[in-house]
């Protein structure tokens, strides 16, 4: 989740530095007329108090309605990223055995595995081969097996 804060701050400083630049500028300027406004007496100088308060007030308003732009922002930000991440990992896997799904893997020597051999070359890689497919499953558990090894083995120190 860190990493995903940091891309999307790099995000904003690139695509949305004057909307973040107008953000801290009327920070800035809302706290300083609070400070302002605190400092004023309401009984004493109630014209200036009032226009202080008014101020501050449209201050707040605007940047509420800034960083509702910001917020609504993120979520698309949120969205693309997601996106770009299932595109790089899974959808690479889709294509992969879209492209590939009559090429074999590699081919078993006759015999070895009887009649499972046909389920090793489904969907539709030649008879006696591994397909595609079957490869990238077995690939993933593999690795789904050597991950909860490793996880296993760091809880355990």
């Known amino acids: 989740m860190a990493f995903v804060l ?7 400083r690139i ?8 953000q801290k500028k009327l920070k800035s300027e809302i706290l300083a007329t609070k400070k302002e406004l605190l400092q004023t007496s ?9 226009k202080l308060r008014r101020g501050v007030d449209k201050g707040l308003a605007d940047l509420e309605k800034l960083n509702g732009e910001l917020s609504a922002t993120r979520s698309g930000f949120s969205l693309k990223f997601s ?10 896997q889709f294509f ?19 009649p499972l051999t046909w389920w090793l070359s489904f969907p539709f890689a030649p008879a006696g081969s591994v397909s595609c497919g079957v490869w990238q499953m ?7 097996v050597g991950e909860r090894v490793v996880k296993e083995l760091m809880a355990g120190e």
């Open 138 to 144: 077995a690939c993933r558990r593999v690795i789904k």
């Open 6 to 12: 940091q891309i999307y701050s790099v995000y904003l």
């Open 83 to 92: 996106s770009f991440l299932w595109i790089c990992t899974s959808g690479v």
């Open 15 to 22: 695509f949305y530095s004057a909307k973040m630049s107008q």
């Open 42 to 50: 309401a009984q004493d100088h109630f014209a200036k108090w009032a």
């Open 96 to 114: 992969v055995g879209w492209w590939f799904r009559k090429s074999a893997v590699f081919f078993l020597p006759p015999g070895w595995f009887g």
